[in-house]
């Protein structure tokens, strides 16, 4: 049994715990999770309670939200010595040395926080976009991904609109999706609906839309390929990445320049009209099944093979 220890902060709903989830189905991987508790805030919508999907760390660490903890002190609050640390850093990190103990870091928000002090920590260091890891030194890019037990395609769901956003409500993005709307189109969209309860709203909508915030290619990008939705994005650099992993724009997604509305809102047209249905569905279809193969179980084994912790089955 490999013993790993996740160190983040828990908020409820983050890259980390879709991570933490990935770990545990590992076969031969315990995984035990320590970090501050946010106890139901996120930080982009404060004035909410999230209680009801907190996750909560199997060692609560302090301070509350931000900032570091010394790795030493962790260890000697654990009854079991574990084979590895992994940091995915959300503004905390553990802090100092951890002897012979394999460490990595993973950097899921790189086009807003830098990572290069706790880089000099570990043993290896991923980023999860692509266009930020120059921020990083030696850093390896770690794909974001989706989580079957939360983003999935449910076949039974009814379809009551076209276009489906649920994320921070910029005003860039309310404004493009108020065109939309006045081009007669019909768009759902809102923020703060965490888990499952935001998987219920993209699989009753035919198109997930996308804008990234600062050149990112976020997750909502994987996670709309998983709900099986037509995936419609901006452009970006890590889409050029992709391609080279075969996943290619028109083929599985369809993309727009963000500086040309009217390109989206054509395309967005286009592909909600009944006699473009099938076309729709073919690419939603062909992103589904290529993205199959990216989920957190993927990345999280990705991580733990860099550390040299090969798994229990692989053993035999």
């Known amino acids: 049994m490999r013993r790993v220890v996740l160190s983040y902060a828990h908020f409820p709903i983050s890259v980390a715990r879709f991570f933490k ?10 995984v035990f999770s320590v970090g501050p508790c946010s106890y139901g805030v996120i930080p982009w919508q404060p004035h ?18 931000a900032g570091s903890y010394p790795a030493k002190d962790v260890l000697e609050q654990l009854d079991f010595t574990p084979e590895g640390v992994v940091m995915i850093d959300a503004g905390f990190y553990l802090s100092g040395g951890t002897a012979e103990l394999p460490r990595a870091l993973i950097g899921t928000d790189p086009h807003c926080l830098n990572y290069h002090e706790q880089a000099k920590l570990v043993n290896a260091v991923y980023i999860m976009q692509h266009c930020y890891m120059y921020k990083t030194e030696n850093a390896r890019w ?17 379809k009551e609109h076209d276009i489906t956003f649920i994320g921070v409500l910029y005003p860039e993005r309310i404004e493009l999706l108020e065109q ?9 969209y809102e923020q703060g609906r965490l888990m499952e309860e935001g998987t219920a709203f993209y699989n009753r ?8 915030s600062r050149n990112d ?13 037509l995936v419609v994005t901006n ?5 050029e990445k992709l391609a080279e992993m075969g996943c290619r724009e028109g083929e599985h997604y369809i993309a727009y320049d963000r500086d040309d509305p009217q390109e989206m809102l054509e395309k967005l047209r286009y592909y909600c009209e009944a006699a473009h249905a099938e076309e729709r ?27 040299g912790l090969v798994l229990e089955q692989e053993e035999r």
């Open 217 to 229: 290619l976020p997750m909502r990008f994987w996670e709309g390929l998983a709900y099986r939705n």
């Open 281 to 307: 569905e073919r690419i939603a279809t062909a992103g589904w099944v290529w993205v199959q193969q990216h989920t957190y179980a993927c990345r999280a084994k990705q991580v733990l093979d860099s550390l």
């Open 180 to 188: 939309m709307r006045s081009a007669g189109l019909r768009v759902h």
């Open 142 to 158: 770690l794909p974001y991904c989706y989580e079957p037990d939360v983003h999935y395609w449910d076949p039974d769901a009814p």
């Open 235 to 239: 452009r970006v650099s890590d889409l």
């Open 48 to 65: 909410t309670d999230f209680s009801a999907y907190q996750d909560v760390p199997d060692l609560e660490l302090f301070p509350v939200v």
């Open 205 to 212: 909508g035919h198109i997930a839309w996308n804008l990234s």
């Open 21 to 30: 989830m990935g770990f545990r189905k590992l076969p031969g991987v315990e």
